[in-house]
């Protein structure tokens, strides 16, 4: 079966998911976690190489500080016990975003786990925090901006691999498919560049409920699809037999 290289997952539904049972919100994002770590483990044995996981967004800064707040708390609970299972799982973990935004001491835990996985390969899990797609853009610009500006860039070089290699993602492939949970059909501004020919799926369930079931629907969806890339069918099957 064919398997998504590159699966990104846009993890909603959380507030919704505890709104429902009457919880506190965070009681959500708790249980949320559960969840990213039965699909971590779920994409290593199936073989997924890269996994990026939208887990807050640039945008989610403007929630209640005590809903930011316990996000931030969780995730450094999330990375602290995780880590010995990314050591010994083989998982290297990359973050894209304004991680300066982050707590210090989330950044420090973050930099760590980063720094001493960086020699495992056999999955990439990548964790997009305070990550914006126009932010990105917009910093990886800027960059190439100073470069015009010092002289060490001729604006004719600037192409699609040049700007791509400018982005927090350098050195990950496009994504193949992209999930959003909890019924929400958009992309909050994710991955927008780099999605432009990423195959999408929608589930309905929370990203709590989201279990292996449902990712093996997206999976076998994916397998079912055919990527045209604005050539045309006939075109595809004809390389197919080369
Ligand atoms: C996704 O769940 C997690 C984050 C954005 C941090 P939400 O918190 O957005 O849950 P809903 O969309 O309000 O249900
Ligand atoms: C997108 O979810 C961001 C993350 C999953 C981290 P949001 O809940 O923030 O998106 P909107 O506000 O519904 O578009
Ligand atoms: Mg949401």
Redesign the pocket.
């Known amino acids: 079966m064919r398997l998504p290289q590159h699966l990104a997952i846009i993890?909603?539904?959380?507030?919704?998911?505890a709104e429902q049972r009457r919880l506190p919100?965070i009681a959500?994002?708790r249980k949320?976690v559960e969840t990213v770590q039965q699909i971590v483990r779920s994409c290593r044995e199936k073989g997924v190489r890269y996994l990026t996981l939208y887990?807050?967004?640039s945008e989610?800064w403007g929630r209640p500080d005590e809903e930011v707040g316990a996000?931030m708390s969780l995730l450094g609970v999330y990375l602290r016990r995780e880590l010995k299972t990314m050591l010994r799982e083989g998982i290297q973990l990359r973050v894209i975003g304004e991680i300066s935004r982050l707590p210090v001491e989330v950044q420090g835990v973050l930099a760590d786990a980063v720094a001493r996985t960086a020699d495992r390969s056999a999955m990439t899990l990548t964790l997009a925090l305070s990550y914006g797609s126009r932010d990105e853009l917009l910093r990886a610009m800027r960059q190439l901006g100073n470069e015009v500006a010092a002289g060490r860039l001729d604006p004719a070089q600037i192409d699609e691999a040049v700007l791509t290699e400018s982005l927090d993602t350098a050195g990950l492939p496009d994504p193949d498919l992209l999930i959003r949970t909890?019924g929400e059909m958009r992309i909050s501004n994710f991955l927008l560049w780099q999605i432009a020919y990423t195959e999408l799926y929608f589930s309905d369930a929370?990203?709590p409920d989201f279990t292996e079931e449902e990712l093996q629907r997206a999976l076998d969806e994916y397998a079912r699809r055919q990527r045209r890339f604005g050539l045309t069918g006939s075109q595809l099957r004809r390389e197919d037999h080369h």
């Open positions: 993890m909603d539904g959380n507030g919704r998911w919100r959500g994002h949320g887990a807050f967004s989610n996000l909890s929370f990203w």
